[in-house]
Structure formats: C-alpha cells, structure tokens
C-alpha cells in the first residue's frame, strides 16, 4: 500500500508539472463557468419571485450549480489524456518499469482533482464578488468543493475506463456530449426541485451531479441539514471510490492486451 501512495506521488508530481507548463489550459476551462454565473445569474435571476422556488437570490442558488457543473465538465475529458498518453507510447513505456499499476491512473485522477480544487475556489470568489452570499461561511464553502471534487474524481475516472477500453477520441467525445447536458438539466442547478415535473424529480434523486450540487448548497445555507449533507456526501465518495477500482482494473486489462 505505501508503494502505491509513493509511486501516485510521483506520477501525480509528473502530470502536475506538466499542468504548470500549460496554465492558459485552466484559463479556459473556466471561460465557460464564468459564462453560465453570469449570464444565466443576470437572466434568470427573477425566477426566484416564483412560489415554493426557495430563494432570495437566484445568483446564490446558481453558485453551488456552476461549480458542480464545473467539475462534471472539465473532468469528463481526463480520457483524452490518457488517449495522449496511448498514442505517444508513454503509457507503454511506464509499463516495463516497476511503478504501481494503479498509481499511474491514479495520478491522472488526483491531478484533475487539484484542478477541479483550483476552479472551484475561483467560481466561488468570483460569485461573492458579484454579489453572492454564503451564510455557511467557510465550513459550507469546503464541503461544496469537496463535494465537486468527489464528483469530479466519479467522472474522471470514468472518462479514463472509456478511454483503456475503446482508445477513439470519437467515443470519448460523443459520450461526453451525450452525458452533460441531460446530467446538469436533470438537476437542480438551475431550478428548484419541488417546481420540475415529477419524473424529472426522480430523475433528479438518483443523479450524482444533483446530490453534489444539494450537499454543496445545503452546506452553503444559514440552516443545514448536515444528516443529508453527509449521506449524500458519503454517496459521491462510494460512487468516486467504485470508479477509481473500475478504471484500474480497466488499465490491467489494457496491459495484458499489449
């Protein structure tokens, strides 16, 4: 086990070094969230005059949203690092070395991990500077990020686990643009649960970016409701830790196919 740690430190200092190299690519992938805070916070921000919405202020509503939807979004495409990493024959070569097996897929999924860390707490920043509010204060702001940390490391892995079993930037791509928007639409990000149809509700209940965003945005409330917060909190972390096994037994299938 402490091998594995070891080995994940440097293979995660590796692609974080390369992560430093490139930061015009963190630029933009937040180029689209500050696109969705405030232009969708500016126009919908009247939607909270509807009855049993259950906010004072659509642009605190949104933050946990945009956040989440951050997360599920930059993380989806962790597949076509490694789908780099195939073509160049870098991934090969880490194979007639003695480092961890897991340590290399884990280290793609703790360096999107930083970089979902680093978005979250810009998005979050630039909220409050447009005027959101976070009556959960610091406490409430942690939790949000590790909830989409969680959710970020859910979609990372499983972006990783498509690329080691079909190696087609083509999938990786049609799968993502599949996924996202029904994902993020059948939430809670942009509007109130109680106000959706019902099957969408449903929907709703048994999706992983809606239980990031409500523990996320429960935790960022005057009042939480820290038993729900912490049961869906504990879902992501079950769910991330399922997807992490996935991708590295995945990676161990590969290596026996080269």
Same mark, same amino acid.
Do not use: C
């Given at each position: 086990?402490?091998?594995?740690?070891?080995?994940?430190?440097?293979?995660?200092?590796?692609?974080?070094?390369?992560?430093?190299?490139?930061?015009?690519?963190?630029?933009?992938?937040?180029?689209?969230?500050?696109?969705?805070?405030?232009?969708?916070?500016?126009?919908?921000?009247?939607?909270?005059?509807?009855?049993?919405?259950?906010?004072?202020?659509?642009?605190?509503?949104?933050?946990?949203?945009?956040?989440?939807?951050?997360?599920?979004?930059?993380?989806?495409?962790?597949?076509?690092?490694?789908?780099?990493?195939?073509?160049?024959?870098?991934?090969?070569?880490?194979?007639?070395?003695?480092?961890?097996?897991?340590?290399?897929?884990?280290?793609?999924?703790?360096?999107?991990?930083?970089?979902?860390?680093?978005?979250?707490?810009?998005?979050?920043?630039?909220?409050?500077?447009?005027?959101?509010?976070?009556?959960?204060? /610091?406490?409430?702001?942690? =939790? $949000?990020?590790? +909830?989409? &940390?969680? @959710?970020? !490391?859910?979609?990372?892995?499983?972006?990783?686990?498509?690329?080691?079993?079909?190696?087609?930037?083509?999938?990786?791509?049609?799968?993502?643009?599949?996924?996202?928007?029904?994902?993020?639409?059948?939430?809670?990000?942009?509007?109130?649960?109680?106000?959706?149809?019902?099957?969408?509700?449903?929907?709703?209940?048994?999706?992983?970016?809606?239980?990031?965003?409500?523990?996320?945005?429960?935790?960022?409330?005057?009042?939480?409701?820290?038993?729900?917060?912490?049961?869906? /909190?504990?879902?992501?972390? =079950? $769910?991330?830790? +399922?997807? &992490?096994? @996935?991708? !590295?037994?995945?990676?161990?299938?590969?290596?026996?196919?080269?």
């Amino acid at each position: 086990m402490s091998a594995i740690v070891t080995d994940t430190m440097w293979m995660t200092h590796r692609r974080l070094q390369a992560f430093v190299r490139q930061p015009a690519f963190l630029v933009i992938t937040l180029v689209q969230p500050v696109i969705w805070l405030f232009l969708f916070g500016s126009l919908f921000r009247r939607i909270v005059e509807l009855p049993g919405f259950g906010a004072s202020s659509y642009l605190d509503y949104l933050v946990p949203g945009v956040v989440v939807m951050s997360a599920v979004s930059s993380n989806m495409w962790a597949g076509m690092g490694t789908m780099e990493e195939i073509e160049r024959g870098t991934l090969n070569r880490f194979l007639t070395t003695p480092v961890s097996r897991a340590a290399i897929m884990n280290a793609n999924v703790v360096e999107q991990a930083v970089s979902t860390t680093i978005q979250s707490v810009v998005i979050v920043l630039l909220g409050w500077l447009a005027g959101a509010h976070y009556p959960g204060g /610091g406490l409430g702001t942690v =939790v $949000l990020i590790v +909830a989409s &940390v969680l @959710l970020g !490391t859910v979609f990372s892995a499983f972006s990783n686990t498509i690329g080691m079993l079909v190696r087609q930037r083509e999938s990786i791509i049609g799968i993502n643009t599949f996924l996202l928007l029904p994902l993020t639409f059948l939430s809670s990000a942009f509007m109130a649960t109680d106000l959706m149809p019902g099957w969408m509700q449903a929907i709703a209940k048994a999706n992983p970016v809606d239980w990031a965003i409500r523990a996320g945005r429960d935790a960022l409330s005057a009042d939480p409701d820290w038993p729900a917060t912490l049961t869906r /909190g504990g879902a992501l972390l =079950v $769910l991330a830790a +399922a997807m &992490v096994w @996935l991708s !590295t037994r995945t990676f161990r299938s590969y290596q026996k196919s080269v």
